[in-house]
């Protein structure tokens, strides 16, 4: 549940930096890192709060720390793009579908098909990392591993770090080198190894390399949510990060919904390590479908030069122009 509260939070954060950031992918990893650094903190002590107060003053503390976090929003925060409003929703208002559903409709000059591709890339990923995550506490706490709350605490926190880390790092250095889809896919390669390593794990050593080796996985979230940040107007990055986090938020629940009972039936078989190998091959299928992204600059330079139009319109106004000479001269003409 730590990870989806990441997952929504860092979706609105990224929405509201990009507003204020516009054009930055770097923005996204950053905030993804400052978040997970909360979740290192929270894991480091969640052994020390179970074992010294028990599990209900800890959800207290969870609870007066979202309270928090909403009044800092609605007060402290200033509005990003008040220009951009054309007018106020209520809630649970349909208003707000009819908004999502615009910013899927609008053709983009080819860039639709590019935001629904990344759209259902950013779900399967989701779905392949994030709601695996259950199935990463059992089969440590279960044989062969059989670890501790504490021990449990800490591979989370570091996994959290280097999650963080590890995305600050793909996208500020990887950047200079190769493009931001590169990027993507050397973060998926890294994502598919670490998974494939996690299956066979049995010594502790090599559970802790896990995060190590898929360091770079870290960098794709981010990039693929300021791509679609990027294909967007500023005034439709709302209504579009509300639905990604939507897909992501039920990407997670099918994921435990899925993984779950496959731990359970392939640990009766002999072999738990199962979910994580089909967790690898459903991320080789954006891996896949990166072959067919475009940048999302080029569309907006698209939208740009379409939008260079007026130009017609002054030629137009010379035409204009032109007869009104004519006119002048004759009467000249006649007169003579």
């Known amino acids: 549940m730590s990870l989806l509260h990441i ?5 609105g954060l990224v929405h509201l930096c990009a507003n204020f950031v516009p054009g930055s992918s770097t923005n996204g990893a950053v905030i993804q890192f ?93 779905l392949g990392v994030m709601g695996i995550s259950g199935v990463v506490a059992l089969f ?31 996208i500020g250095i990887l950047k200079r080198f190769i493009s931001e889809i590169n990027v993507t896919r050397v973060g998926m390669v890294s994502q598919c190894a670490s998974l494939v390593f996690f299956a066979f794990c049995d010594r502790t050593w090599m559970v802790f390399l896990v995060p190590v080796i898929g360091i770079l996985g870290g960098a794709v979230v981010p990039l693929y949510k300021g791509m679609m940040s990027q294909t967007v107007d500023p005034d439709e990055r709302g209504a579009m990060f509300s639905s990604v986090t939507t897909v992501d938020t039920f990407c997670n629940f099918l994921g435990a919904f899925i ?22 091959v459903l991320i080789i299928i954006p891996l896949i479908m990166t072959k067919f992204l475009k940048d999302p600059l080029s569309f907006r330079k698209m939208e740009d030069t379409t939008g ?9 106004v010379q035409l204009e122009e032109a007869p009104t000479n004519d006119n002048e001269k004759q009467p000249q003409m006649t007169s003579l």
């Not at 997952?7 to 979706?11: G, H, M, R, T």
């Not at 779950?260 to 690898?280: C, D, E, H, K, T």
């Open 7 to 11: 997952l929504n939070s860092l979706a």
């Open 34 to 126: 400052v978040v997970f650094i909360g979740g290192v903190v929270s894991q480091l002590t969640s052994g020390a709060w179970l074992k010294n107060l028990g599990f209900i003053p800890p959800y207290w503390f969870i609870f007066a720390c979202h309270v928090v976090a909403v009044l800092w929003a609605a007060f402290l925060v200033p509005e990003s793009k008040q220009k951009f409003q054309k007018k106020k929703m209520r809630f649970f208002s349909l208003d707000s579908f009819r908004a999502i559903w615009s910013v899927y409709k609008k053709p983009r000059n080819g860039g639709r098909k590019n935001l629904f591709m990344l759209l259902i890339s950013d779900g399967i990923i989701n």
């Open 140 to 170: 440590v706490l279960r044989t062969p591993l059989c670890w501790g709350p504490s021990t449990l605490g800490v591979f989370m926190a570091f996994r959290f770090f280097i999650q963080g880390f590890g995305g600050i790092v793909g």
């Open 259 to 280: 993984f779950n009972p496959m731990y359970i039936r392939s640990s009766n078989y002999g072999f738990p390590g199962l979910p994580f190998l089909v967790s690898a």
């Open 308 to 316: 260079e139009e007026p130009e017609v319109d002054e030629k137009d």
